[in-house]
């Protein structure tokens, strides 16, 4: 069973940088296949999707986040890492990491879940 | 960007109801879709793909259907485990988005 782990600090001052990173067990991200991703939820509201990265180092990012997200992948430590630069309050959010099948009917799902973790914005 | 409009909001139920979800996209997707299971507290679960293919492990309860740019989820007996919130997300197009979410509650 695909295990997904996040980690990183849960309160983070405004415009600093969030830095997160997802472990990942029972998987290996430099086999091929998958994309690895970050998807984050608003306190009691709906899902937003962040963006995600190939093992190759291939990104796609939303948008609407774009100028101030950076994914990345370390496939010798099987981890890929979110770092979301000048945050605001607008940015805390449950943040979490998940696997994408990148071909397939269900390609751009998300099949495995991290159990998220809540990050606050907050000096 | 592809809007995803779910309807109800919110829906009150009982143990052995039928139930419907409804996920209108604001253009067409063919059976790009996909359909998620949130838990209070818990990680969103994927219950089907490709509008109506079931995700390895899901129960046969639940089934999805399209028809042009609407999507339907549909429990046929919910059990108490269903009480939950429900998303859809479009597969086939950046950005990837949701739909606003639809809560199932107890009656």
């Known amino acids: 069973q695909v295990q997904l782990q996040e980690s990183g600090p849960g309160l983070v001052k405004p415009s600093q940088t969030l830095s997160l990173t997802c472990t990942v067990s029972?998987?290996?991200?430099?086999?091929?296949?998958?994309?690895w991703g970050w998807i984050r939820q608003h306190p009691g509201q709906g899902l937003e999707w962040i963006g995600y990265?190939?093992?190759?180092?291939?990104?796609h990012y939303n948008p609407s986040l774009k100028s101030r997200v950076t994914i990345s992948v370390d496939t010798s430590k099987n981890q890929f890492s979110l770092k979301l630069t000048s945050v605001t309050a607008a940015d805390t959010a449950v943040y979490y990491c998940?696997?994408?099948?990148?071909?397939?009917?269900?390609?751009?799902?998300?099949?495995?879940w991290g159990q998220g973790t809540l990050v606050t914005v907050s000096s | 960007d592809i809007q995803l409009t779910q309807s109800p909001s919110f829906l009150s139920a009982s143990v052995g109801d039928r139930v419907t979800i409804t996920c209108r996209a604001s253009?067409?997707?063919?059976?790009?879709l996909a359909w998620y299971q949130q838990s209070p507290g818990k990680a969103p679960k994927l219950l089907i793909y490709?509008?109506?293919s079931l995700q390895s492990g899901v129960p046969s309860r639940f089934s999805g259907s399209v028809s042009g740019t609407e999507f339907t989820l549909t429990i046929s007996t919910l059990q108490p485990e269903d009480f939950a919130t429900y998303y859809c997300?479009?597969?086939?197009?950046?950005?990837?988005?949701f739909g606003g979410g639809t809560k199932v509650e107890i009656k």
């Open positions: 998940a696997r994408s099948p990148s071909y397939g009917l269900g390609s751009r799902s998300f099949d495995f």
């Open positions: 029972s998987a290996s991200i430099s086999s091929g296949g998958h994309y």
């Open positions: 990265i190939y093992y190759s180092g291939s990104t």
């Open positions: 253009q067409g997707i063919s059976s790009y």
């Open positions: 490709a509008a109506s």
């Open positions: 997300q479009v597969l086939n197009n950046y950005p990837l988005t």
